[in-house]
Nanobody, 123 residues
Framework: QVQLAESGGGSVQAGGSLRLSCAAS????????MAWFRQAPGKEREFVSA????????SYADFVKGRFTISRDNAKSTVFLQMNSLKPEDTAVYYC????????????????WGQGTQVIVSS
């Protein structure tokens, strides 16, 4: 089992920044690929970004490219999502998730999920 706990959400004005963190506990964090998804009210959960277990490969949804950066610190068992130039349409609950062997965009392939952290961007 891997337990995930997100933090860092909040309310910010458009153009502002937030840094989300996801702390992992349980099994060896450094073995897991990590990803961020988000879900806005009335919408399906969607892929935001992913990073491989060693941090060498990252991927992003087109709507966050150039604005968001995913990173990880295996020594601290934490993955981060730096979000800049936030837009009202980024408003959502953001979730982190983990999988040993998968680092793609299909939420159904991920095994462990956090409870989420709310991000609200006002115009």
């Amino acid at each position: 089992q891997v337990q995930l706990a997100e933090s860092g959400g909040g309310s910010v004005q458009a153009g502002g920044s937030l840094r989300l963190s996801c702390a992992a506990s349980g099994r060896t964090f450094s073995l897991y690929n990590m990803a961020w998804f988000r879900q806005a009210p009335g919408k399906e959960r969607e892929f935001v970004s992913a990073i491989t277990w060693n941090g060498r490969s990252t991927s992003y949804a087109d709507f966050v490219k150039g604005r968001f950066t995913i990173s990880r610190d295996n020594a601290k068992s934490t993955v981060f999502l730096q979000m800049n130039s936030l837009k009202p349409e980024d408003t959502a609950v953001y979730y982190c998730t983990a999988n040993r062997y998968y680092s793609g965009r299909n939420s159904g392939q991920y095994d462990y999920w956090g409870q989420g952290t709310q991000v609200i961007v006002s115009s």
